[in-house]
């Protein structure tokens, strides 16, 4: 049973920075199975929203919103994938969901699908 548990939010003032880690367990390991990996996060009232994702080789895709100040960085060895999130804006603060789904061979499929979802963890940017 996979399950995703994601951690570090919190609250910081406008132009800081946070770091969120989200620790997947029970992925299938076997040859030949990749996971898409990635952050989203949920304003109240909004919709929820891509921030961006790691396909099954590593490459990235951002938001235009986050492009230049937040990084993802997934790390194989431990299932572990990270967010760092700088130059901080309130409009960035929402619900920080990790989400993660078997590549398919032609890629990564619509996230809206993605199977696995963690719980979320808050982050709060004040101005």
């Known amino acids: 049973q996979v399950q995703l548990a994601e951690s570090g939010g919190g609250s910081v003032q406008a132009g800081g920075s946070l770091s969120l880690s989200c620790a997947a367990s029970g992925l299938i390991t076997a040859p030949g199975y990749n996971y898409c990996m990635g952050w989203f996060r949920q304003a109240p009232g909004k919709k929820r929203e891509r921030v961006g994702i790691a396909n099954g080789n590593g490459n990235i895709a951002y938001a235009d919103s986050v492009r230049g100040r937040f990084t993802i960085s997934k790390e194989r060895a431990s299932n572990t994938l990270r967010l760092q999130m700088n130059s901080l804006k309130p409009e960035d603060t929402g619900m920080y969901y990790c989400?993660?789904?078997?590549?398919?061979?032609?890629?990564?499929?619509?996230?809206?699908?993605?199977?696995?979802w963690g719980q979320g963890t808050q982050v709060t940017v004040s101005s």
């Open positions: 989400a993660a789904d078997v590549e398919q061979l032609y890629g990564c499929r619509e996230w809206t699908d993605y199977e696995h």
